[in-house]
């Protein structure tokens, strides 16, 4: 068979970045793809609860602004029988009052107190063009004024980051936040403009079982090895022992933290502290039945409960909510940033608006990659070393990068190409 010739690879993990990967390479490579949990998705994992769909991290939702990628992935889908296409319809929750999102375009929405010190605020970035920020608070009072960042950005990034804004790097922030003009912010609260009529103001959500029907339908008819939790790599004669087989290339796609620990065969010693020592979050998803509303995401900047948002992910399929739900009531995931206690997520549900009832929850350690200024730099250093013995990195936590699900399929499509060339 023609792929036999081009040889063996073994892929770690079967998220969205060894799905795509695996699916890349099939045709030309034999792909086994080893995973330690019991089906396929990692961070984008579904359950049933029930009869509810819990989405065990956040609330996943599929856009894509890059051309290749939603090429290759509506290949895999029936765009109009398998998924609705949905506005997003965003708002953040202050105490007197709920703005749409993003708050800085609805500043004609608050007081005219906040309005005046917005304009003033407006007036003092439009001409202080000088000093580049050098931490997130710096970068957010300079973007946005120190109106809603004091109202909004300071109390929810706080939440988010579990820490002092001026020790955020701004490393991460590249390509991740929208980064309006005062031009812009102006002429959007002149004009009303809606959340609807910005590039990301929809997005695409599978009709059944969430982004669950995403990776059960990349997974299907691939070699996959549930419940196989990989612990050692070693590279031997030019090609890699996994599992007790032999393989000739590897693509890992889990966490690096794991993997630099798991190589053997190969020096890597040099990268073991700066490794060990890369800074992350983790999240936890509470499921629960809230007050019907018709917003997509709540965003939380009060400091009266530890969340920082609520996705409503009932009101993305009608089929997220088992039947039995009373009809004044939906599903939804609220988050929290890090561990925290059964104890504690109760007592904070019990301040929290919508009223929220508790079903279940799952914290996740590794959520959200966090980059310093060397990040990127080590990691690209490490991924040319071990390119040499045909051992490639991709994913979230393997390139420890901030991806979307779109970023990770991109970067993904990319490794593989050059694999396959
Ligand atoms: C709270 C939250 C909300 C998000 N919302 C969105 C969204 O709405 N839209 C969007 O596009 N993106 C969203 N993302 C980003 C998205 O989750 C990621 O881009 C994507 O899931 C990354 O996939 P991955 O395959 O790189 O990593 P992972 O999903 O982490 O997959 C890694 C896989 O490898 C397996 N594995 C690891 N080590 C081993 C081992 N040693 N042996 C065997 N198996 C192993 C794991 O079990 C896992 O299945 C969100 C992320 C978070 C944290």
């Not at 309005?115 to 007036?123: A, P, S, V």
């Not at 190589?263 to 890369?278: C, K, M, P, Q």
């Not at 059964?342 to 009223?355: C, F, G, Q, V």
Request: hydrophobic share 35%.
């Amino acid at each position: 068979m023609a792929h036999k010739q081009n040889g063996r690879i073994v892929i770690i993990g079967a998220g969205v970045s060894g799905l795509t990967s695996a699916r890349m390479l099939n045709d030309k490579y034999d792909v086994t793809i080893f995973e330690r949990a019991s089906k396929p998705g990692g961070l984008i994992k579904c359950e049933r609860i029930e009869g509810s769909l819990f989405h065990t991290c956040g609330g996943h939702v599929f856009n894509t602004k890059k051309q290749d990628v939603a090429k290759w992935f509506w290949q895999f889908f029936n765009q109009e029988n398998d998924f609705v296409k949905t506005d997003r319809n965003s708002v953040v929750q202050l105490e007197q009052k709920i703005v749409p999102y993003p708050i800085e375009n609805h500043v004609y929405m608050l007081d005219s107190e906040l309005q005046n010190r917005f304009i003033d605020d407006c007036l003092r970035i439009a001409t202080n063009k000088s000093v580049q920020p050098s931490d997130f608070e710096a970068f957010l009072r300079g973007r946005f004024g120190d109106t809603l960042y004091d109202l909004y950005f300071k109390p929810y990034n706080e939440k988010v980051w579990r820490c002092d804004l001026r020790n955020v790097s701004l490393a991460w922030l590249e390509g991740k936040l929208p980064m309006p003009t005062v031009q812009e912010m102006l002429f959007n609260n002149f004009n009303h403009v809606e959340e609807k009529q910005f590039v990301h103001s929809s997005f695409y959500y599978e009709k059944n079982n969430g982004s669950q029907f995403l990776a059960d339908s990349l997974a299907k008819g691939l070699n996959i090895r549930y419940d196989s939790e990989i612990q050692d790599m070693t590279y031997c004669d030019g090609k890699w022992q996994v599992n007790g087989e032999t393989f000739d290339k590897v693509i890992y796609c889990g966490n690096i933290k794991e993997m630099i620990k798991h190589i053997n065969g190969l020096n890597v010693n040099a990268y073991l502290n700066d490794v060990e020592s890369l800074p992350y979050h983790g999240t936890t998803s509470v499921f629960c039945e809230i007050e019907a509303n018709p917003y997509s995401w709540i965003y939380l900047p009060s400091d009266k409960y530890a969340c920082h948002r609520i996705i409503c992910t009932g009101n993305f399929s009608q089929t997220n909510n088992a039947p039995t739900l009373a009809g004044n009531r939906i599903t939804a995931t609220i988050e929290f940033t890090d561990a925290i206690s059964h104890e504690e997520i109760l007592a904070n549900l019990a301040k929290m608006p919508y009223h929220p009832t508790y079903i279940t929850h799952k914290f996740n350690q590794y959520t959200y990659p966090i980059q310093t200024n060397s990040t990127r730099q080590m990691i690209q250093r490490l991924k040319q070393e071990l390119a040499k013995s045909n051992f490639y990195m991709t994913g979230r936590f393997a390139d420890w990068e901030y991806y979307n699900m779109d970023v990770a399929m991109a970067a993904a499509i990319e490794l593989c190409k050059k694999i396959n060339n």
